[in-house]
């Protein structure tokens, strides 16, 4: 069973860090893509960074710069590291999996942590 356990959110000023961790275990975590999505009161749920299980990495344009996703396949872990904080990047960040197979995705999500950019 895929289990992912976000942690490591909460509250910060503007301009401050945060980094964001997700454990995972229940399946081979090197072959499966992974991603933090984000999703702000009222709005939908959108890409923030997402590494693939080849090795490439993609980021919104709005964190472009400031935030750098990390996997570490030997710990089963992916981390999101959050400099130059806005508030405009609060919003409760979720641990995404996804596995593709023949054309075909499944994804799995963490419960969500809470990240709040505020003075």
């Known amino acids: 069973q895929v289990q992912l356990v976000e942690s490591g959110g909460g509250l910060v000023q503007p301009g401050g860090s945060l980094r964001l961790s997700c454990a995972a275990s229940?399946?081979?975590?090197?072959?499966?893509?992974m991603a933090w999505y984000r999703q702000a009161p009222g709005k939908q749920r959108e890409l923030v960074a997402a590494?693939?299980?080849?090795?490439?990495?993609n980021y919104a344009d709005s964190v472009k710069g400031r935030f750098t996703i990390s996997r570490d396949n030997a710990k089963n872990t992916v981390n999101l590291q959050m400099n130059s904080l806005k508030p405009e990047d609060t919003a409760v960040y979720y641990c995404?999996?996804?596995?593709?197979?023949?054309?075909?995705?499944?994804?799995?999500w963490g419960q969500g942590t809470q990240v709040t950019v505020s003075s």
């Open positions: 229940g399946y081979m975590f090197s072959i499966y893509d």
């Open positions: 590494f693939t299980s080849g090795g490439m990495s």
């Open positions: 995404n999996a996804r596995y593709t197979s023949w054309g075909r995705s499944r994804d799995y």
